[in-house]
């Protein structure tokens, strides 16, 4: 009874390490835990799958930063794309939509503008790293959907983004 057990914690750690990156919460997996916890493996185990909307945000990243001012894509944002090609290439059934952001310096004009720039440059490259463009769709908000909302440059890096929305 007691090696039947241990072995069935034993598998159930095992099976949750694999998903750990998708699995942000510990979920009690005795059995003892109720209806609750049940819901939370079930859920813990939908994150975990490979191909799903979690995988993409968790594993790969669904955001690219830019330099202020700035369209074009950085190293660190390039290496971000060639994954999110990659992901996107092996699970052809998505559509993805590329928003661009701005922080708040500047016209409201300028910045849609400087967010359609901004997706503009993230579709090319996904297209080049060969997603097929007709599943790409760009967006601009410009300054319009801060993430965070403070003012002052220690925050208007985040603001200067794409941010990729896979959809079902």
Same mark, same amino acid.
């Given at each position: 009874?007691?090696?039947?057990?241990?072995?069935?914690?034993?598998?159930?750690?095992?099976?949750?390490?694999?998903c750990g990156s998708?699995?942000?919460?510990?979920?009690?997996?005795?059995?003892?835990?109720?209806?609750?916890?049940?819901?939370?493996? &079930?859920?813990? +185990?939908? #994150?975990?799958?490979?191909?799903?909307? !979690?995988?993409? @945000? =968790?594993?790969?990243?669904? /955001? $690219?930063?830019?330099?202020?001012d700035r369209s074009?894509?950085?190293?660190?944002?390039?290496?971000?794309?060639?994954?999110?090609?990659?992901?996107?290439?092996?699970?052809?059934?998505?559509?993805?939509?590329?928003?661009?952001?701005?922080?708040?310096?500047?016209?409201?004009?300028?910045?849609?503008?400087?967010? &359609?720039?901004? +997706?503009? #440059?993230?579709?090319?490259?996904?297209? !080049?790293?060969? @997603? =097929?463009?007709?599943?790409? /769709? $760009?967006?601009?908000?410009?300054?319009?959907?801060?993430?965070?909302?403070?003012?002052?440059?220690?925050?208007?890096?985040?603001?200067?983004?794409?941010?990729?929305?896979?959809l079902d």
């Amino acid at each position: 009874m007691r090696l039947t057990i241990t072995s069935l914690l034993a598998a159930s750690a095992l099976a949750l390490t694999a998903c750990g990156s998708c699995v942000d919460e510990c979920v009690d997996v005795s059995g003892q835990g109720g209806p609750l916890a049940a819901a939370e493996a &079930e859920l813990a +185990a939908e #994150a975990c799958v490979p191909g799903s909307v !979690a995988d993409f @945000v =968790d594993n790969v990243g669904d /955001r $690219v930063f830019f330099d202020f001012d700035r369209s074009a894509v950085r190293p660190d944002g390039l290496e971000t794309l060639q994954r999110q090609a990659a992901w996107l290439n092996t699970y052809a059934n998505y559509v993805v939509t590329i928003d661009g952001h701005c922080d708040n310096r500047g016209t409201v004009e300028y910045n849609l503008a400087l967010g &359609e720039r901004r +997706a503009n #440059a993230a579709r090319e490259k996904l297209i !080049a790293f060969g @997603v =097929d463009p007709a599943r790409i /769709r $760009v967006v601009s908000y410009g300054k319009n959907r801060p993430v965070v909302e403070q003012d002052g440059s220690e925050w208007a890096w985040q603001q200067n983004r794409v941010a990729i929305t896979v959809l079902d």
